[in-house]
């Protein structure tokens, strides 16, 4: 086996035919920074919903079960370091994933699995609740990494999150040794910010808000996010490369007018970012406690 094969990533998300989101983001991203991917859609899309009505492919919960223990007895499956899950069909597709990354980590105690919850937004859940109960309750609770939204971690946890003080306690309470919270709450005027909690960093990322942002943007933070962590960086600096990877491939295309992401003219902003990040420590809430 090759070092290069030894860092496969499984990715398990959405697929659409036309643009840059679930798996088309983060496949094109991790496969960029060098890593060979295991791609497996959960369904297949023309385009993302919100572009408007499209036909939707689904596979069987059966056959996607089936397809679960294809992978786990796949003759190659020592070369997978990490999994990252996005976007699922059903609630089985998630139950299916759980039994994966058990079977996996059976193997490698230290496989990284991140865990994207996409599930909803402001807006309240564009899932059916089965699907998002079996997220959190079956692979919430795996994940190295969990990456919600604000939203998603308000619905995941139960709790409003009016301030980054609740999003820490709420971060914390879910479980997951690392978190990385999107749409977290700014501390610059006209900003945003990821926000990213472990056992001893409570770190933001901020950058300006753009306006009419195209879809993918989670999708592409979280594989980033991966490659790096993959990479050997220590948190902080894989918080800040991450971040201003997505910022940079968001900005250039909503400069250019597109309403996609535009991943293969902005290859580079994946791989050497150029643009500028506020990053803060915040207090841990750890931190609190003890005064």
């Known amino acids: 086996m090759s070092e290069n094969t ?27 920074l060098g890593h060979p991917v295991w791609a497996l859609p959960t369904v297949v899309l023309p385009w ?53 990354i058990a079977a996996l980590r059976k193997n490698n105690p230290e496989l990284l699995y991140v865990c994207d919850p996409v599930m909803g937004d402001l807006g309240g859940l ?17 994940a190295s990494v969990a990456t919600p939204n604000r939203y998603e971690l308000a619905w995941l946890s139960g709790a409003a999150l009016d301030d980054n003080g609740a999003i820490m306690e709420a971060a914390l309470a879910l479980g997951p040794s690392r978190m990385l919270v999107t749409s977290a709450v700014p501390m610059m005027a006209g900003g945003t910010g990821n926000l990213y909690l472990s056992g001893r960093h409570a770190l933001l990322a901020e950058h300006r808000v753009v306006e ?14 991966l490659s790096r962590l ?6 902080e600096k894989a918080l800040q490369l991450a971040t201003a990877s ?27 970012p150029m643009a500028m990040v506020q990053m803060r420590r915040l207090i841990h809430p750890a931190q609190r406690r003890k005064k």
Not at 127 to 141: F, G, N, Q
Request: aromatic share 6%; charged share 20%.
């Open 212 to 225: 009419n942002p195209p879809n993918g943007l989670g999708d592409l933070l979280a594989a980033v996010f």
């Open 126 to 142: 564009y899932v059916p609740e089965a699907t998002a109960e079996a997220i959190r309750d079956h692979l919430i609770p795996l």
């Open 6 to 32: 030894a860092r496969a990533v499984i990715v398990i998300s959405s697929h659409v035919v036309r643009g840059s989101v679930g798996n088309r983001a983060a496949v094109f991203a991790l496969e960029t």
């Open 48 to 100: 993302h919903p919100g572009h408007g009505r499209s036909t939707r492919l689904t596979f069987a919960e059966a056959d996607f079960d089936a397809a679960i223990d294809d992978l786990i007895c796949a003759p190659w499956i020592g070369e997978v370091r990490a999994v990252l899950s996005g976007y699922f069909g059903n609630a089985a597709q998630a139950r299916s994933v759980a039994r994966l």
């Open 246 to 272: 997505v910022f940079e491939v968001l900005a250039r295309a909503v400069k250019r007018g597109s309403n996609e992401l535009m991943l293969a003219s902005d290859a580079s902003s994946l791989s050497t």
């Open 230 to 235: 993959l990479s050997g960086l220590e948190d």
